[in-house]
C-alpha cells in the first residue's frame, strides 16, 4: 500500500555525530524539511518500522558492514526502495560508493546539501541555456573549481565553469576542445583517465601559457548518458599560499615603527607577488588628509600618485568599506586615477581598523595581471591588514601621547601590544646610552583554580586587586603591564646594582602574600612565582629578555611557588644543580621515577575525544614533580633523551593498545620527537620495533616534530620522517608558528597536521594580530590539506573563536589537563557509559 509523504521528510543515516551535526544545521536552517536521524542499522529498523514519511535519505558513505546492513533493510522496504540516496563522503580522500549517482564531501555539506537534498525529491537543477533539466553533478568538487565536462570515449569538452574561463585565457571558447588537447598528461598517461584525485598535468592555455597543476577525475552518468567530470587545481596558488602562511608568520617580528611598516609591506609584496602595496593613516583630527605612510611599487616604470584626497577607493576604505577586485566573483572594478595610474587588473583597498572597529588608516595591495588564486589572496591580504593596524595604533598614541586603545580594559595597566613597544624603544635607548634594565614575569599560582572553583567574577577581582599592588611596589618611571591572562610584566630601568632588583622583587612576593579583600567581604589568599632576566648581561633583546625571565619564573614554581628566581644568576650553582640532576636523570627509568601523563585532543564540533598526547614526567621521590620545561633540556644535552624517548614511546604505545582492546575508539596517539632522537640513524627501526612489539597499529600514532628543529641542522630530517610516513605513521609539526621554518616544512616535510602553539591561541581575545594569524594559519593549512590542532585552549572565547574559524581539534585545559594513566582511563570509560546510555558525551 503506498505511504503518504511530507514535501521533505529526511532521513539522516551516519553513524558519525560530525556528519550528523552538520546535515542538520544545514537542514535544519532551511525551515522547510523533517528531519529524523538514525545512527545505526538496529537504530534504523525501529524508526522503519513506524513507516515515517520519507521522501530522501542523507546517509555517511563510510563503507562498514552497519551502514550496508541498514541500507540494506532500508531497500527491502516496498515503501522506501526507491527512495534516493545522497552520500557524504570524506574531504580526504572523497571518493563515492560504487554506484552512486548522487554524492557530496563532507566539506561542502553546508553550502550545498539543501540544494542537493531538493534536487533529490524532484527539483532537477535547470541547464544553463535553458535545455532539459540535469544532474548537478558539479557538487563533487570543491565550490570555485575549475571544472569542465566532456563527453566520452573522444573527450570532447562540453561545458566548463567561470574559474576554468579565467584560467583559460582565451580569445575562443574552451568548449568543443579535447581534453588530451586542454589537459596535457606526463609519462604517456592518456585520457579517458579513471576515477581519483591529485593526478599531475599541465593546462596548456590558448594564449600559449601552460599551467602546473592537478586534476580531479569523477566518471558520472548525466540522464543516462556517461560524462567525464574535471577539476584543474592551479598549483601556482598553492605556492602563494605555502609563502603566504609562512609570512603571517614572519610579520609579527617587523618592528611597529614605521621603517617597520616598510618592511612588513616589502615582505607582503615579495611574498604575494605583488606589483603595489601601500599604507594610508588617516588622523580624524587631522586637517591635511590622509597620509601615505607606506609606498612599495614594483611596477615597470615609474608612477605619477594622485593625492590621497582625488582618490575615490581610497575615500570609501577611509569610510569603513573595502573594495575587493581580484576575480570575476569580487566587486567590479571601478574607475579611478590611482588604479588607472598604476594600470591595476586586480586590487584589494581595506580599512585599517583597531579593536573598535574604528578606522585608522588604509591598506592597497595589487596586481598589473589579473590574479588566479584570490582565494588565497583575499584571507592573506586580511590577515596582514592587522599588523599594519596595530602598528598604526602604536604610532598614533606616540604621536599623540596617549595610549587609549593599548590599556587592558579590567586592570588599566599598558596590554601586551604597548609593552611590546616600549620594550622595543627602551632596547634601543640601552643600547645608545648603556643603560642596565631588569625583565619580570609575574604568574599568580594556581590562577586557573580560582576561577574554576570561585568564578570569573572573582578571578577579575584578584588580577585588579594584583595590578595595583604591582604597581604600587616599583617607581613611576618603571612598566607594569598585563601580558596575557594572569601574566604581568614589568621592566626596572636605571638599575646600578642587581641586587636592587632582587629587593623590589622580594617586596613584590611578599606584597602578594598579605590576603586580597573579595567584594563579598571575605579574603582570599594568593601567591606568585616571579623570573627575572637583566639587559644587557642575560640578553639583548627584548623577546630573548622575556623568554629567559620566562624560565626563571618556572624555575621559581619548580621550587615551590611563592618565589622570584633570577636566570642564571649564580652559574657555578646551576652547573652543579644541572650535573647533580643529570645523574638522579640517568637512574629515573630503572628506578620507575618517570611517569607518562595524556593529555586529550577533542574534535571541535562535536568535543568528542579523538586523540591524545603522550606526555613524560619525572617524580622524584625527594624532589616531587620535576618540570619538563626543566628536565628535558638536560636530558637532550646528555644524550639521556634518547632512552628516555624509547621508554616513553613504548610506553604510550603499549597503553594506547590495551585502550584500544578495551573501547576501540581508533584514538590517535601523540608522541614528541626531539632533534637529538631525530638524528639518530636507526630511528625508524626504533619506532617500527615498538609498533610490532606493542601491535599498536601505525596509523593510530602520531610523532610530533616541533618547529624550532631546522631542516638544516638536522642531518636527513626529510629522509627519515619520509621512512617513518611510509611506515603509516602520521607526522605533525608542534608549536606551528613559533620558528622561522614555517614554509620550509610546509614545502618538504610529510605533515599531516600542525599544531598551532598556545602562544597564540592564549592571546585570542587579547592581542587582534595573534587572532589573525590563527585565523590565517588554519584557512591555509586546510587549503594545503593539513589537518589543524589548537594547543593551549583553556577559556570558552578561545573555543568560540576556534569553532568559528573552522580548527578542527582542540587540546587544552578547558577541557582537560594532563592525567595519568589510571585517570585518563576512567575518563575513557565514563566517556563509554555515556555513549552506551545515549548521552552526550562530556567536553
Not at 596586481?367 to 586580511?382: F, Q
Not at 610584566?489 to 636605571?494: D, F, Q
Not at 631542516?711 to 617513518?724: M, R
Request: hydrophobic fraction near 45%; proline fraction near 5%.
Amino acid at each position: 500500500m503506498a505511504i503518504a509523504v511530507e514535501p521533505n521528510g529526511v532521513l539522516i543515516f551516519t553513524a558519525r555525530r560530525d556528519v550528523r551535526r552538520a546535515v542538520f544545521d544545514a537542514l535544519d536552517r532551511e525551515g522547510d524539511f523533517v528531519l529524523l536521524s538514525a545512527r545505526d542499522a538496529a537504530q534504523l529498523e525501529a524508526l522503519l518500522a513506524d513507516t515515517p514519511p520519507l521522501r530522501v535519505v542523507v546517509a555517511g558513505a563510510d563503507g562498514t558492514a552497519d551502514t550496508e546492513r541498514g541500507l540494506r533493510i532500508l531497500r527491502s522496504s516496498p515503501a522506501y526502495s526507491e527512495l534516493p540516496i545522497v552520500y557524504v563522503v570524506d574531504d580526504v580522500p572523497g571518493v563515492a560508493p560504487e554506484g552512486a549517482l548522487d554524492w557530496l564531501r563532507a566539506g561542502a555539506i553546508p553550502a550545498e546539501l539543501a540544494q542537493r537534498v531538493r534536487a533529490a525529491v524532484g527539483a532537477p537543477v535547470p541547464a544553463p541555456s535553458g535545455g532539459p533539466a540535469r544532474t548537478d553533478w558539479r557538487f563533487a568538487f570543491d565550490a570555485g573549481a575549475a571544472w569542465v565536462l566532456a563527453s566520452t570515449p573522444d573527450g570532447c569538452i562540453l561545458e566548463s565553469g567561470t574559474a576554468m574561463h579565467r584560467l583559460w585565457a582565451g580569445n575562443g571558447p574552451i568548449q568543443g576542445r579535447l581534453l588530451s588537447d586542454v589537459f596535457v598528461l606526463p609519462d604517456g598517461a592518456t585520457w579517458p583517465l579513471p576515477d581519483g584525485d591529485g593526478k599531475a598535468c599541465t593546462l596548456r592555455r590558448a594564449n600559449g601559457g601552460d599551467v602546473a597543476g592537478e586534476v580531479d577525475v569523477r566518471h558520472i552518468v548525466d540522464q543516462g548518458i556517461h560524462r567525464i567530470a574535471v577539476a584543474f587545481r592551479d598549483l601556482r596558488a598553492v605556492d602563494i599560499a605555502e609563502r603566504a602562511l609562512s609570512l603571517l608568520a614572519v610579520l609579527d617580528a617587523c618592528p611597529s615603527d614605521d621603517e617597520g611598516m616598510s618592511e612588513a609591506a616589502a615582505l607582503l609584496a615579495d611574498a604575494l607577488e605583488l606589483d603595489v602595496v601601500a599604507v594610508w593613516s588617516a588622523l580624524p583630527e587631522s586637517e591635511t588628509g590622509p597620509e601615505v605612510l607606506v609606498r612599495v611599487w614594483n611596477g615597470p616604470a615609474p608612477v605619477l600618485w594622485p593625492e590621497p584626497g582625488d582618490v575615490p577607493l581610497l575615500k570609501t576604505a577611509l569610510g569603513g568599506k573595502p573594495h575587493v577586485c581580484l576575480d570575476a566573483e569580487g566587486d567590479a572594478r571601478l574607475a579611478d586615477p590611482l588604479v588607472d595610474a598604476l594600470e591595476l587588473r586586480s586590487y584589494v583597498v581595506l580599512p585599517l581598523l583597531d579593536e573598535r572597529r574604528s578606522v585608522l588608516g588604509a591598506l592597497l595591495a595589487g596586481r598589473c595581471r589579473p590574479s588566479n588564486d584570490a582565494r588565497v589572496l583575499e584571507p592573506a591580504l586580511r590577515a596582514a591588514t592587522a599588523r599594519f593596524a596595530s602598528a598604526l595604533e602604536l604610532r598614533r598614541a606616540r604621536e599623540q601621547g596617549r595610549a587609549r586603545g593599548l590599556v587592558d580594559t579590567l586592570t588599566g595597566l599598558p596590554n601586551r601590544l604597548l609593552f611590546n613597544d616600549r620594550m622595543e624603544t627602551i632596547v634601543r635607548e640601552a643600547e645608545r646610552t648603556g643603560e642596565c634594565f631588569a625583565t619580570l614575569l609575574v604568574d599568580l599560582d594556581r590562577f586557573k583554580g580560582i576561577n574554576e572553583t570561585l568564578g570569573h567574577a572573582v578571578g577579575d577581582q584578584v588580577l585588579t586587586s594584583v595590578a595595583k599592588r604591582l604597581r604600587a611596589s616599583v617607581r613611576a618611571s618603571d612598566t607594569v603591564a598585563r601580558y596575557a591572562g594572569d601574566e604581568f610584566t614589568l621592566i626596572l630601568r636605571h638599575i646600578v646594582k642587581r641586587d636592587d632588583v632582587l629587593r623590589i622583587a622580594e617586596k613584590i612576593v611578599q606584597a602578594m602574600e598579605v590576603p586580597l579583600s573579595l567584594d563579598d567581604g571575605s579574603e582570599l589568599q594568593v601567591t606568585i612565582s616571579v623570573g627575572i632576566s637583566f639587559f644587557p648581561d642575560d640578553a639583548v633583546e627584548g623577546e630573548l629578555l622575556l623568554r629567559h625571565a620566562d624560565e626563571a619564573m618556572y624555575g621559581a614554581k619548580t621550587l615551590g611557588r611563592n618565589n622570584y628566581q633570577v636566570y642564571a644568576a649564580n652559574v657555578d650553582t646551576a652547573q652543579q644543580q644541572q650535573a647533580e640532576l643529570k645523574v638522579r636523570l640517568r637512574h629515573a627509568v630503572r628506578n620507575d621515577e618517570l611517569r607518562v601523563f595524556y593529555q586529550p585532543q577533542v574534535e571541535a564540533a562535536s568535543e568528542d575525544i579523538v586523540g591524545m598526547e603522550a606526555l613524560v614526567r619525572w617524580e622524584h621521590p625527594e624532589l616531587g614533580m620535576i618540570s619538563p620545561g626543566f628536565f628535558i633540556p638536560l636530558a637532550e644535552a646528555s644524550g639521556l633523551i634518547v632512552p628516555i624517548g624509547e621508554w616513553v614511546l613504548r610506553t604510550a604505545c603499549a597503553q594506547a593498545k590495551a585502550w584500544e582492546d578495551r573501547f576501540g575508539l581508533g584514538l590517535r596517539l601523540g608522541v614528541n620527537l626531539s632533534a637529538v632522537q631525530l638524528m639518530q640513524p636507526n630511528l625508524a627501526a626504533v619506532v617500527a620495533n615498538a609498533l610490532r612489539d606493542t601491535g599498536l597499529e601505525p596509523g593510530q600514532l602520531e610523532l610530533e616534530v616541533t618547529e624550532s628543529i631546522s631542516v638544516k641542522t638536522v642531518p636527513h630530517l626529510v629522509e627519515t620522517l619520509d621512512a617513518l610516513h611510509a611506515m603509516g605513521c602520521r607526522i605533525a609539526i608542534d608549536d606551528f608558528g613559533t620558528g622561522a621554518a614555517s614554509l620550509d616544512y610546509l614545502r618538504r616535510l610529510p605533515a599531516d597536521r600542525i599544531k598551532i602553539d598556545q602562544s597564540f591561541v592564549r592571546n585570542i581575545g587579547v592581542d587582534p594580530d595573534d587572532e589573525a594569524i590563527v585565523r590565517a594559519t588554519i584557512d591555509m593549512a586546510h587549503r594545503l590539506k593539513r589537518g589543524v590542532v589548537a594547543e593551549g585552549v583553556e577559556i570558552e572565547q578561545h573555543l568560540e573563536f576556534l569553532r568559528a574559524n573552522g580548527c578542527d581539534e582542540l587540546q587544552g585545559y578547558l577541557f582537560c589537563r594532563p592525567l595519568p594513566t589510571a585517570t585518563f582511563e576512567k575518563l575513557l570509560g565514563e566517556r563509554e557509559r555515556l555513549v552506551s546510555e545515549g548521552q552526550a558525551v562530556p567536553a
